[in-house]
């Protein structure tokens, strides 16, 4: 039997996890999201700030959506919406997603975390699939 292994992506030139995304800009083939605080590179164990918004040339929005529950870290049954991004993103234009976990896979970058209305914490995951390049763009 031939084994293969697949590494874990461990030297991502910067973090999105704890970063807050508050606007999702769509145009033709690209998504930009945008981080009130900036986001973090890692160094010697943790993260520098940095000031920047990342970019995703190339998208499929035929595969790009947003899941939205209403309930959080709770097991068991929920209720939620599944939106196409673009609806998503015109729906919340001034959002608060707080990304906890990335994934990044076949043409496919995941984000899941915690969206902020209000007083209300909700479990939200976004997907946008892409041909193209992830780009992240800083002030450093």
Not at 59 to 74: E, G, K, N
């Amino acid at each position: 039997m031939k084994e293969t292994k697949r590494k874990n992506i461990l030297d991502l030139p910067y973090s999105l996890h704890d970063a807050h995304v508050n606007r999702i800009d769509i145009v033709p083939e690209q998504v930009t999201l945008w981080f009130d605080a900036g986001f973090y590179k890692p160094m010697n164990g943790d993260g520098l700030p940095v000031k920047g918004y990342v970019t995703f040339e190339d998208v499929d929005f035929d595969f790009c959506y947003a899941y939205l529950m209403d309930s959080t870290i709770d097991c068991g049954q929920f209720t939620g919406k599944k939106f196409v991004l673009t609806q998503f993103a015109k729906c919340f234009p001034n959002i608060d997603f707080e990304i906890i976990d990335e994934t990044y896979g076949y043409n496919q970058s995941k984000f899941s975390g915690f969206f902020y209305e209000g007083e209300k914490v909700k479990e939200c995951i976004i997907e946008i699939y892409h041909f193209g390049a992830m780009t992240y763009l800083t002030e450093e």
